[in-house]
């Protein structure tokens, strides 16, 4: 690792743990919006890094919605609460059991909003609860439909099914959101050298009915955001 390399380590280490006890005196949805708002601003700005919306009069100002993002870095919550933040919703994270203890990130994400989805389990009636408490008092569920993030040279990894069955049984309509940038490699340059901001551009896409049945939600991210098909996905 490089010298700046390791002084970043140690910042985000202590920054996302001081913004995580912060999150534990939040009492209200929008308190904890802005608490990571500002959280993804500080840490991005250290990092110079910019979000910017290409079309930000897309971004609904208000309502509940599934938002679903492309997932190639380990930054994109963060550039997904900075791409929404002059909005009002505010959404409960999809979270793996592995961020839920992590010393980097378990304080924060136990705190911030969050939906524990813990694959190892055989019965997934309390994850689905959960989700439909979040849904009842007003909020709205953000997740990344690819599960994990997508280390291959597609620009889409495969959508899992829990996505669309999530915003049918919840009757949320499905708000598209696609980062267009390799926010991963971005974040690589800026650790290796950071002395230059870059810009990671996202696009929000038209939302999508819960009651679609037509076409799938990977393929409608392929349509909307004019994303390539990998060669594979062009023979079937």
């Known amino acids: 690792m490089t010298f700046n390399q390791i002084k970043m380590a140690f910042y985000a280490t202590y920054i996302t743990n001081y913004y995580g006890y912060k999150l534990t005196k939040a009492n209200t949805a929008q308190e904890k919006k802005r608490i990571r708002t500002e959280y993804s601003d500080v840490l991005l ?13 897309k971004i609904p100002s208000s309502g509940q919605f599934l938002l679903a993002s ?5 930054i994109d919550p963060l550039i997904i609460e900075l791409a929404t933040q002059n909005s009002t919703i505010f959404g409960h994270w999809i979270s793996k059991k592995e961020l839920y203890n992590s010393f980097f990130f378990g304080l924060f994400v136990r705190n911030a909003g969050t939906i524990l989805l813990d694959r190892e389990k055989s019965q997934m009636g309390g994850f689905f609860a959960e989700i439909k408490e979040a849904v009842k008092a007003g909020d709205s569920i953000y997740i990344f439909p690819e599960g994990t993030r997508n ?3 597609n620009e889409l990894g495969e959508f899992k099914d829990g996505s669309r069955l999530i915003a049918v049984k919840n009757r949320l309509d499905i708000l598209p959101v696609y980062i267009k940038t390799n926010a991963d490699k971005e974040l690589m340059s800026s650790l290796k050298d950071g002395q230059e901001f870059r810009t990671i551009e996202v696009i929000i896409g038209d939302i999508i009915s819960y009651k679609e049945k037509e076409q799938s939600l990977q393929e409608a991210f392929y349509a909307q955001f004019n994303i390539p098909k990998p060669i594979e996905a062009l023979n079937e």
């Open 45 to 57: 700005s250290k990092l110079k890094l910019k979000v910017k919306v290409l079309n930000p009069e």
């Open 70 to 74: 492309n997932h190639r870095s380990v």
């Open 151 to 153: 280390k291959s040279h």
